[in-house]
């Protein structure tokens, strides 16, 4: 069964790090693109760092410097490893098989108090 399942999510102060993890059954991360994604309430969501599997890596402009996104192959599993956290980044994080995998996670919150 094709899934993605994210933890890690929390309550953190703004300066403070969380490392969230996206863990892949049915499918092999090294072969796909994949992606984080989050939305803030009443904001659409937005796309955050991406992740090809010849290790190619985006990030979004707001996240640059701070988020990284890499992949744990003996795992199955893709992280993104965000510090320096603001209130603003607070929302609900997503992974995302992009392709050739089409699949989302459930989602992850994650709130930065200021």
């Known amino acids: 069964q094709v899934r993605l399942v994210e933890s890690g999510g929390g309550l953190v102060q703004a300066g403070g790090s969380l490392r969230l993890s996206c863990a892949a059954g049915g499918f092999i991360v090294e072969s796909n693109n994949m992606a984080w994604y989050r939305q803030a309430p009443g904001k659409e969501r937005e796309l955050v760092a991406t992740i090809t599997p010849s290790d190619n890596t985006k990030d979004a402009d707001s996240v640059k410097g701070r988020f990284t996104i890499s992949r744990d192959n003996a795992e199955n599993t893709v992280t993104l490893q965000m510090n320096s956290l603001k209130p603003e980044d607070t929302a609900v994080y997503y992974c995302?098989?992009?392709?050739?995998?089409?699949?989302w996670g459930q989602g992850t919150q994650v709130t930065v108090s200021s």
């Open positions: 995302r098989g992009i392709s050739p995998i089409a699949v």
